[in-house]
């Protein structure tokens, strides 16, 4: 049986997330699955490679949170042509991660 290795709580949330391949600095849009204050899970229609580096602007409901992201695992959707990635926050700030908490709360909470 697999350990779960995840600290925080999982939102189920939905909106539109900017992404830039690092280090060839091309854009894509996608939008999320889930979030938590240590990464996100996004759909995409490439397959991303384990440990790419993503520079990521997450269109949260009161602004937007720049972050940068490392692709730590991603698999083919079932009976579909895309892809859902698990992305790791790195280097990310304190006032940040506080942020994302405080709107996990709210959503987790209401």
Known sequence: MEEERR?????NISF??????LPSRR???TVS??????GIRIIHHD???E???????????????GLKAKVVWC???????????GLKFVEI??????????LLNKIYNS
Not at 51 to 57: E, I, S
Not at 93 to 102: L, P, V, Y
């Open 93 to 102: 700030e304190k006032e940040k991660k506080e942020e994302i908490s405080q």
């Open 7 to 11: 600290k925080d709580v999982r939102v």
């Open 27 to 29: 854009y894509f849009y």
């Open 16 to 21: 539109p997330v900017e992404c830039k391949d």
């Open 51 to 65: 440990g790419k580096l993503l520079r990521l602007n997450l269109n949260l409901i009161s602004k937007v949170i």
């Open 75 to 85: 698999n083919k959707e079932r009976f579909s042509e895309r892809y859902y990635a």
């Open 47 to 49: 397959f991303l490679a």
């Open 33 to 38: 699955k889930d979030l938590s204050p240590e």
